[in-house]
């Protein structure tokens, strides 16, 4: 499974965002997904993942509420991350994976994207 994030951008506080990450592979369905994010000088972070049936979401507490993952398997193979009211805490690098299960730790997952940058300004 190869994994391409992309949506990444430079927005102001309380903007909204969406994330996508295209998977190319005929098994994408039978993966659970993942996001995760990395600022600067700090550990990568769970963001939001999503299990392989698209019937169980999750998301990280410090963006709950905000962040949404989601996937479309039929015919585009993505997955996306819905980001709304971001704050400038939200500014790092995210990434999509994916795994046999939907974990919070990135040893749950095996494929990785190539990380794409958000930015959010106050």
């Known amino acids: 499974v190869q994994l391409q994030a992309s949506g990444g951008g430079l927005v102001q506080a309380g903007d909204s965002l969406r994330l996508s990450c295209a998977a190319s592979g005929r098994l994408f369905s039978n993966y659970a997904m993942g996001w995760f994010r990395q600022a600067p000088g700090k550990e990568r972070e769970f963001v939001a993942s999503i299990d392989s049936s698209g019937s169980m979401a999750r998301s990280g507490d410090s963006v709950k509420g905000r962040f949404t993952a989601s996937r479309d398997d039929n015919a585009k193979n993505t997955v996306y991350l819905q980001m709304n009211d971001l704050k400038p805490e939200d500014t790092a690098v995210y990434y999509c994976?994916?795994?046999?299960?939907?974990?919070?730790?990135?040893?749950?997952?095996?494929?990785w994207g190539q990380g794409t940058q958000v930015t959010v300004s106050s």
């Open positions: 994976a994916a795994g046999r299960i939907s974990g919070v730790g990135g040893q749950s997952y095996k494929y």
